[in-house]
């Protein structure tokens, strides 16, 4: 086999078999086909396409490349949600204490942020002397003894996604509909779960701008999931503007807390509330061994009332505070988040203008945000945990030049001018509300 005829079959658009995707990933992770030549088999699946039996292929051999974790001994069902990327974003933070007090495993491996998105790991890592980077060991006990556990990509899992990815991120091929699907599912089966939730953004924060690639996503990658032995379903949700009301890593995680305690806002309750019912039901039909249906309205209306139950009663929080402690972070940040350090400087955005928002650009409240320091612009920039944006508005609501639209938080001053004409950049006004839109977009 030749990585050159290979590469001229994918770009003629035929179908490769498993063995000469097999011949592929295993030449290229030992050395042997370069960099080159993976590029150009890259850009050719990037026009070409995959079919669903390539795709299924390529995520099984991405997530052969490493270990797969093996939560065998834990009998409780193990569910794990992934999102595709949006800004303000906090849910997963919020869902897997909810999930744990519920008796469903989560065994969480998260990304960090970058460009306008934000990621989970960053805003863990705002709370002092919190670790991501624990031992499999260390994170298997914490999923025994709490119920959950979030950690950062470890080597040993799909070492080929990391590379592949990286190279992509340098070729322009990262927005391929198969190549995502199986970068985010050969992590995500890797994980030992028996059921996965995702969240599938669509809109002008998300990777998918519009809902047909959104669906193509969607299915690809439950179609990846449930061949392979994991009960998968995705939902479809808004990323138009940003999620909540804050952006920025310290920021999420003091609204995450407040969630936590009972005080959301209702986008993001509606998104945290149906994503928990369906891992509950997921986790339902994993240890009844049953099929996923779609779920009757008032099926959902019950998991979603249990999930309230269980913020309202404190053990949601509870289980967050054991997972910080676990997760050697300071647990007093749970009950006085004044710990989670804060911006030494703030400044009111303000519209010159009055009437109703009728858009707020979430790639661009994310670019803000990133600007203030808050995410990175390359892989290997830090972030400034304290930095972000608070939304005093969002969509829909009344503004005049009286009232601030969004307060910045921020250490450095020198690109504030900037990141003050991107955000507004984003944002519309017009005398006439703008028509309300669901955040839960598809099942
Ligand atoms: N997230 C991933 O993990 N992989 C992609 O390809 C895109 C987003």
């Given at each position: 086999?030749?990585a ?17 995707l ?5 030449e ?7 960099d080159?030549q993976m590029?150009?088999?890259l ?19 991405m ?27 906090k ?26 998105t934000g ?9 002092p002397g ?9 994170f ?5 003894d ?6 950062s990509q470890?080597?040993e ?5 990391k590379?592949?990815y990286?190279?992509?991120d340098?070729?322009?091929?990262v ?42 996503l969607a ?9 392979m032995?994991?009960?998968t ?10 999620l909540?009301?804050?952006v ?7 609204e995450c807390?407040s ?26 039909c994993?240890?009844e061994?049953?099929g996923?249906?779609?779920l009757?309205?008032h ?8 999930l ?12 967050f505070?054991?997972f910080v ?9 749970a009950?006085?988040p ?10 009111e ?23 203030l ?10 972030v ?7 939304l ?5 609501d ?13 250490n450095?001053e020198?690109k ?8 507004l ?11 309300r839109k ?5 099942v």
């Amino acid at each position: 086999m030749r990585a050159y005829d290979i590469i001229k079959k994918k770009r003629d658009g035929a179908e490769l078999s498993k063995e000469e995707l097999s011949f592929l990933i295993t030449e290229y992770l030992s050395g042997k086909i370069p960099d080159y030549q993976m590029s150009a088999f890259l850009m050719a699946v990037y026009f070409s396409g995959m079919t669903d039996a390539e795709t299924i292929a390529l995520t099984g051999l991405m997530l052969s490349s490493g270990s797969r974790l093996d939560f065998s001994d834990i009998s409780a069902p193990k569910v794990d949600k992934h999102s595709t990327g949006g800004v303000g974003d906090k849910t997963s933070i919020i869902l897997a204490p909810l999930m744990a007090a519920m008796n469903i495993k989560v065994p969480m491996i998260a990304g960090r942020g970058l460009g306008h998105t934000g990621g989970t790991i960053d805003k863990l890592e705002s709370i002092p002397g919190f670790r991501t980077d624990l031992s499999i060991k260390e994170f298997k006990g914490n999923i025994k003894d709490i119920g959950f556990s979030i950690i950062s990509q470890t080597d040993e899992i799909a070492p080929a996604d990391k590379k592949l990815y990286s190279l992509r991120d340098v070729t322009a091929t990262v927005e391929s509909i198969p190549l995502i699907a199986a970068s985010i599912m050969s992590k995500k089966l890797a994980e030992g779960i028996g059921g996965l939730v995702l969240d599938v953004k669509v809109g002008k924060g998300a990777f998918m701008k519009n809902i047909n690639d959104a669906r193509k996503l969607a299915r690809t990658m439950v179609n990846i999931g449930n061949s392979m032995g994991v009960k998968t379903i995705a939902i479809i949700t808004d990323m138009n503007q940003p999620l909540g009301q804050t952006v920025g890593n310290g920021l999420e995680i003091k609204e995450c807390i407040s969630a936590l305690r009972g005080k959301m806002p209702d986008d993001l309750k509606e998104v945290v509330l149906t994503l928990g019912a369906w891992m509950a039901y997921v986790a339902d039909c994993v240890t009844e061994e049953a099929g996923i249906a779609k779920l009757p309205e008032h099926v959902l209306i019950k998991y979603k009332s249990e999930l309230m139950d269980l913020i309202e009663k404190g053990d949601a929080f509870k289980k967050f505070v054991e997972f910080v402690d676990a997760q050697h972070g300071n647990p007093e940040a749970a009950f006085k988040p004044d710990i989670i350090p804060s911006a030494s400087k703030v400044k009111e955005i303000r519209i010159p203008a009055k009437g109703y928002i009728r858009e707020m650009d979430a790639e661009k409240a994310g670019m803000a945000a990133m600007l203030l320091g808050a995410g990175r612009q390359h892989k290997e920039d830090r972030v400034d945990h304290s930095a972000g944006i608070v939304l005093n508005k969002k969509t829909g609501d009344y503004i005049t030049p009286d009232e601030p639209v969004a307060i910045f938080h921020y250490n450095d001053e020198t690109k504030i001018k900037e990141a003050e004409e991107v955000f507004l950049s984003g944002i519309r006004t017009g005398e006439i509300p703008p028509d309300r839109k669901q955040i839960i977009i598809d099942v």
